[in-house]
């Protein structure tokens, strides 16, 4: 049997008198591919930050990776950031100046791995996402569904564990956001990692092992 990778207990979350998290418990298993689904507003982002260590919260516990998440200071934060958790956002944030290859690289550098470990990872990685031919080249040469890729590579530099996604697919045309989808349940065969995407795809929420919809800061499936 599995056990749960991540699990959260009655968290809440306010900005200033706006209650965003409402008392949200869930449990996600190791190498599970959890879809977070519900209306603008509804908290998505929210929950997905707090399991990612990318906000405080208010209330209630968060355990990610067998780390109580709420107990971390800023640097402690950025440093489980950096070793456990992947974070793709909708938007790919990939420096310019850098070919994809050098992009997948800067957090590998930025935690202190060696040079030839980190590229030796890259490559593999771009094998993997299906952008081997790619790696020469810069974002402005990409289409917007490599850059993605380029993106969940970087990601995976350093071999985390779990892989948290917002909003992922919400750029591209029909085909990428179904190639992207598909690459998540790869990875997850390939690299066992666990993937929790807030999406408003229902393709996506469909293909997923399990649907949680937040409405109003609360779960309302389980």
């Known amino acids: 049997m599995k056990q749960d990778i991540i699990r959260i207990e009655n968290l809440t979350k306010r900005y200033g008198t706006l209650e965003v998290l409402r008392g949200v418990s869930l449990t996600i298993a190791e190498g599970e591919v959890v879809a977070i689904v519900g209306p603008s507003g509804a908290g998505k982002t929210t929950l997905l930050h707090a399991m990612g260590a990318l906000s405080e919260f208010d209330g209630g516990k968060v355990v990610v990776d067998g780390v ?22 909708q938007f ?29 990872r890259a490559r593999e990685l771009l094998r993997i996402v299906g952008l081997e031919e790619r790696g020469s080249h810069k974002p402005a040469e990409l289409s917007g569904g490599e850059q993605q890729r380029v993106a969940i590579a970087r990601a995976l530099i350093n071999s985390p564990r779990i892989l948290l996604a917002d909003e ?10 179904t190639e992207i989808h598909n690459l998540f349940f790869e990875l997850r065969e390939k690299l066992g990692l666990t993937v929790v995407v807030v999406t408003h795809d229902d393709g996506l929420a469909a293909m997923s092992d399990r649907k949680l919809t937040i409405i109003d800061g609360a779960i309302v499936t389980p």
């Not at 992922?168 to 956001?177: A, T, V």
């Open 168 to 177: 992922p697919s919400g750029n591209l045309d029909s085909h990428n956001r």
């Open 68 to 89: 109580d998440v709420g107990t971390l200071g800023s640097d402690a934060a950025a440093d489980f950031r950096g070793s456990r958790i992947g974070l793709v956002f």
């Open 92 to 120: 790919h944030y990939l420096l310019p100046e850098f070919t994809a290859l050098e992009n997948i690289c800067i957090p590998g550098y930025i935690a202190g791995r060696e040079r030839e470990e980190v590229e030796a």
